[in-house]
C-alpha cells in the first residue's frame, strides 16, 4: 500500500525529537526515530511505499489525519474472483429492467459473474424480465420479507466468491466491479463499498439528495476495522467476502432498516476489515417527493433504537475542549446576561494559545501566536456546527414545542438550523438556492428525529440519545 502526508502536514526534527504538525487542524504527534524514518520517506511529498509489517502504524496516521492512502489504477489479479450479484426486488419491474440492463454493460469478465434475482412475493412482471436476461431467478419465502432476508436467500445460492449487492432501483457503471475488487487483496477486508450517487437532479429533494444522501459516504477513502465508531457501509452497494458473510450469519433478517449498519459492524467486531472507496459508481434512484423523502428519513430513524440494543458499546462521539466548552458558555450567556459575558472570550484564547505557545516553543515548533489562535477559532467553530447539527438532527420537534410557550427558543433554533444548514450548503455546494436546501434540510431532520424518538420509545430504549464526550483528540500511536 502507498501513502503520503496530507498537504497540511510537516515533519519536523528538533533537536532529535520528531514531530508530525498538522496546520489545519491545528495538532502534532510525537515520533520515534523509526517512525520518523518511515514517514521522511514523503516529507517531500513523494509517495511512501510501505511494506506490510509498516501498513498498521500508517493506517493509524491515516486514522489521525496526518496521511492519506494513495492508489493507482486498479490492478486486476491474473486470477479473478468469481462474483455472486445478488439484487432483491418486489414490484419494481421497469426498475429491475435498468438494473440488468446496466450489469450487461460490466467489464468484469462475464465469465466469472453470476446474476441472481429474489423474489419477495412481487405482483407485477418482475420474475419475467429477471427470467429474460436469463438471472438465476429465486423466491424470497414469502410476500414483502424485506431485502435483508431476499438478500440472504440469495446469498445461500451464491457460487461466488465476493457477493455484490445491488437494489433493484440502482444501475452500475461498467467498471463497478473492476475498481472495488482489487481491495479484496487485503486478507483481512471483509467488506467494500463504492460510490452512491444521485440517478435524477430534476427536482429540488433530487438536487439535496445529489449531496445529502446518507448512502454517499465520503469524497475520500475510509477503513474501519477494530474499535466503537460508527462507520458503515450502505447495502444498495456492497461487496462481501462470502465466507466473511457466512461467519456472522449474514443480514438480520427481522430488520427492514439498518440491517447494513448492523451487518458492517458484526464483521468489525469480528476482526474483519470494511473500506469505502469513492470508486465503483453506482446511480441510485432517490425518492422525490417530500412525502416518500420525509418517510424513507422516519424510517432510517427508527433503526437507531434497534441498533443501540444490538450494539451497546457503539455510542455517538464529540470531542468537547473544556476551555472551548467555557468559551462557547460565555457566548450563550451574552445573549442571555449582557453582551459584557463576551469580554473573558478574548481573554482566555490568548491565554489558550499563549500556553499551547509556550509548550510548542519548548520543541522549537514554528507555531506562532497569531496561527494558534486561528486554529483554535476553527475548533471553535466546528464545535458549534456539530453542535448545531446534534440538536436540529436529534431535538427540533422538542425545541419547537418549547418554543410555542418561550418564544426566545425560536431565536436559539433559527441560528442553530442557520449554522448547520449553512455550513452544510457551503461545503456540499448544491444545486439549489438556499432556502430551498434550508427548509428540506429541516424537514429531513425533523422526519429523522421523529423516527428516532419513535424506534427508541418502541423498544423502550433511548440509549442512542448518549453520547461519549472526549475533552481532545486522541493522539496516541
Not at 434475482?117 to 407485477?124: E, L, R, T
Not at 459492524?265 to 469480528?270: A, E, G, K, S, Y
Not at 440538536?391 to 438550523?417: K, Q, T
Not at 432556502?435 to 424537514?443: C, E, H, P, S, T
Request: charged letters at 20%; a neutral charge; glycine letters at 8%.
Amino acid at each position: 500500500m502507498n501513502y503520503r502526508l496530507r498537504h497540511n502536514v510537516e515533519l519536523l526534527d528538533r533537536d532529535g525529537e520528531y514531530f508530525l504538525v498538522s496546520k489545519k487542524p491545528l495538532y502534532q504527534l510525537r515520533l520515534n526515530r523509526s517512525l520518523a524514518d518511515l514517514v521522511g520517506r514523503g516529507a517531500d511529498g513523494s509517495v511512501i511505499s510501505a511494506a506490510a509489517s509498516e501498513h498498521g502504524i500508517m493506517e493509524q496516521l491515516v486514522a489521525k489525519g496526518f496521511a492519506e492512502r494513495v492508489r493507482t489504477a486498479p490492478e486486476l489479479s491474473a486470477s479473478l474472483p468469481e462474483v455472486s450479484i445478488v439484487i432483491p426486488v418486489m414490484n419494481r419491474a421497469d426498475e429491475l429492467r435498468r438494473c440488468l440492463t446496466s450489469l450487461t454493460q460490466l467489464s468484469y469478465p462475464h465469465e466469472k459473474l453470476q446474476i441472481i434475482v429474489v423474489d419477495d412475493g412481487s405482483s407485477d412482471a418482475s420474475p419475467d424480465v429477471a427470467r429474460e436476461f436469463g438471472a438465476l431467478l429465486v423466491a424470497s419465502g414469502g410476500v414483502g420479507r424485506g431485502p435483508a432476508a431476499a438478500r440472504n436467500v440469495g446469498a445461500s445460492m451464491a457460487d461466488g466468491e465476493i457477493l455484490a449487492f445491488i437494489d433493484s432501483d440502482c444501475t452500475a457503471s461498467p467498471d463497478w466491479l473492476c475498481q472495488l475488487i482489487p481491495a479484496f487483496s487485503d486478507s483481512a477486508m471483509a467488506a467494500v463499498g463504492g460510490q452512491v450517487d444521485g440517478m435524477c437532479s430534476e427536482s429540488a429533494v433530487d438536487r439535496y439528495e445529489a449531496v445529502m444522501s446518507s448512502l454517499s459516504i465520503s469524497s475520500r477513502e475510509r477503513v474501519g476495522s477494530s474499535g466503537s465508531d460508527t462507520f458503515y457501509l450502505p447495502s444498495c452497494n456492497l461487496l462481501v467476502r462470502r465466507s466473511a458473510f457466512t461467519s456472522v450469519g449474514g443480514f438480520n433478517d427481522g430488520m427492514h432498516v439498518g440491517e447494513d449498519v448492523d451487518l458492517t459492524w458484526r464483521l468489525r467486531d469480528r476482526g474483519w476489515s470494511i473500506c469505502y472507496l469513492p470508486l465503483g459508481n453506482i446511480l441510485h434512484e432517490h425518492r422525490t417527493s417530500i412525502r416518500s423523502f420525509m418517510s424513507r428519513r422516519f424510517d432510517y430513524g427508527t433503526s437507531e433504537g434497534i441498533l443501540q440494543i444490538l450494539h451497546p458499546t457503539r455510542h455517538k462521539r464529540m470531542v468537547i475542549p473544556p476551555l472551548l466548552a467555557a468559551i462557547l458558555t460565555l457566548c450563550l450567556m451574552s445573549f442571555v446576561i449582557s453582551w459584557w459575558a463576551l469580554l473573558p472570550v478574548s481573554g482566555l484564547l490568548l491565554c489558550d494559545a499563549a500556553a499551547v505557545r509556550l509548550r510548542s516553543g519548548k520543541h522549537g515548533l514554528p507555531l506562532g501566536l497569531s496561527a494558534i489562535v486561528a486554529g483554535r477559532l476553527r475548533a471553535l467553530g466546528s464545535l458549534i456546527y456539530y453542535l448545531s447539527y446534534h440538536l436540529v438532527r436529534y431535538y427540533s420537534i422538542a425545541i419547537i414545542a418549547i418554543a410555542l410557550f418561550v418564544p426566545v427558543c425560536w431565536v436559539l433554533f433559527g441560528a442553530v438550523l442557520a449554522c448547520a444548514a449553512g455550513v452544510d450548503f457551503a461545503v456540499k455546494k448544491p444545486k439549489l438556492a438556499f432556502y430551498l436546501f434550508a427548509g428540506i434540510y429541516l424537514l429531513e431532520q425533523v422526519a429523522y428525529g421523529a423516527g428516532v424518538f419513535w424506534g427508541c420509545l418502541s423498544r423502550r430504549c433511548f440509549a442512542s440519545y448518549r453520547i461519549e464526550i472526549f475533552r481532545q483528540i486522541e493522539q496516541t500511536a
